[in-house]
Structures are given as structure tokens and as C-alpha cells.
């Protein structure tokens, strides 16, 4: 099955720019994440969808981040305006069963390389 | 609150020997998950294998087994022969009970194999 796919890879813009990031989940996965990983941390958490409803925003700076999740599948995650500390990876991952007592295993895509002059 | 707790920064080791990285996790779910990822240069996180807090025993994926102390609340991963492709930054994570999902990430161990 193909990946979660993300584009673009890379962005470098200029602090107070905007900046957009897109995600196509796996086929059939329920539930979309965005994490954001700054250079030399772990991931965290950004913004969780099941289906195209929020399910937990609560690290998200809504201030300058917003996201959308559009028929339950691609996802949108935007920057506007862009500082300095935005600088890092933003992952995208999907998962099959959002409550599964499972594994419900993230699958990651590669992620967008941002970088804030 | 979950927290995820990685205290080795980075580790060398030599090819085909056996590795242990640390893990030790918080949080007051009765039910809980733990997971670790490998992140190789590229930046894709890969999967690697899974602990139930409840699973009778301790996971095992190939080359990869989790040794779970529920007690110590440790849950340490162990490479057996390791290879150079093993080379990556490895991470530990924990997803909570039911309503509580999301998985929350340690801060990462940079492993080295040293041919």
C-alpha cells in the first residue's frame, strides 16, 4: 500500500512569511496527526483529526497554525505569520483505528523540512 | 499527564553486539501502550514494535524485543546482532488509554554501529 505522502519536502521563507504543508494519509485511515519535530527534540503533537472532526488542538498555536482535514482525507496544515522558533519538521502520520485498544500504529510520512530566516 | 523519559543522548556500538537502549515512562492511565520508532537519516519515522500494558508477555519483532518492567515503568529496547543499518535515532513513545491517543514522544537516542 502506498505511504503517507507529504509535500513540499523543503521550505525556507522569511520570518512573518506564510507557509503551507500537505498531507495524503493512507486509504482508509480514520485519524490524521501533525506532530512537529524541532531539531534535536522528540515529535509533538500538533493537531489530531478523526475522520475531518478535531479531536485534540490543544498544542496548536492557533494563533499563527491553523489546519484543516477536508472530506476526511488530505490534510492542510498553514503558518501565517511564520517565526523563527517554527523552524523544524512537520510530520504527518495516519492510523487505521482511532480507538483501537490495540496498537494503533502511526504510520509517518517523511515530512516537511521548514526553515525560518 | 504521560511522560516519556530517554536519558542516553546518543550510544556507540560495535557491529553484531547486542544493544540496550533505556526507556522509562509516566502516567496515571490505567491502560497504556508503549511504542518505538527508528528515524533514520531520511526522517521517516519507522515503526518497530509494540508493548500492551496488559500483554502477558514481552514483545519481540525479529532482531527487536521490548523489555517491559511494569513495576520500574521501563520499557527498554534491546537490538540483538545489531547491523550498521540499525544506525538511527531511536525514539520511545506512549499513547494512553481510551479518549487519550495521541502518542507522546521521548526526546530520542542516537545510535551508532561501529563496523
Known amino acids: 500500500e502506498a505511504g503517507v505522502a507529504q509535500s513540499p519536502r523543503y521550505k525556507i521563507i522569511e520570518k512573518r512569511q506564510s507557509v503551507a504543508f500537505w498531507c495524503n494519509p493512507i486509504s482508509g485511515h480514520a485519524t490524521l496527526y501533525w506532530y512537529q519535530q524541532i531539531l534535536g527534540q522528540g515529535p509533538k503533537l500538533l493537531i489530531q483529526f478523526q475522520n475531518n472532526g478535531v479531536v485534540d488542538d490543544s498544542q496548536l498555536p492557533k494563533d499563527r497554525f491553523s489546519a484543516e482535514r477536508l472530506k476526511g482525507v488530505d490534510s492542510t496544515l498553514k503558518i501565517q505569520p511564520a517565526k523563527l522558533e517554527d523552524s523544524a519538521v512537520y510530520l504527518c502520520?495516519?492510523?487505521?483505528?482511532?480507538?483501537?485498544?490495540?496498537?494503533?500504529?502511526?504510520?509517518f510520512g517523511a515530512g516537511s523540512r521548514l526553515t525560518v530566516l | 499527564a504521560q511522560k516519556i523519559t530517554q536519558t542516553q543522548p546518543g550510544m556507540f556500538v560495535q557491529e553484531k553486539e547486542a544493544v540496550t537502549l533505556d526507556c522509562t515512562y509516566d502516567?496515571?492511565?490505567?491502560?497504556?501502550?508503549l511504542f518505538w520508532y527508528k528515524q533514520p537519516s531520511s526522517g521517516e519515522m519507522i515503526f518497530l514494535i509494540y508493548q500492551g500494558s496488559y500483554d502477558q508477555q514481552n514483545a519481540t519483532e525479529g532482531r527487536y524485543s521490548l523489555n517491559f518492567q511494569k513495576a520500574r515503568k521501563s520499557a527498554n529496547l534491546v537490538i540483538s546482532a545489531s547491523q550498521l543499518g540499525d544506525s538511527a535515532m531511536y525514539f520511545c513513545?506512549?499513547?494512553?488509554?481510551?479518549?487519550?491517543?495521541?502518542?507522546?514522544f521521548g526526546t530520542g537516542t542516537r545510535l551508532t554501529i561501529i563496523p
Open positions: 513513545a506512549m499513547r494512553g488509554d481510551f479518549g487519550n491517543e495521541k502518542l507522546t
Open positions: 502520520a495516519s492510523s487505521l483505528r482511532p480507538r483501537d485498544s490495540g496498537a494503533n500504529v502511526l504510520t
Open positions: 502516567t496515571s492511565d490505567p491502560s497504556y501502550g
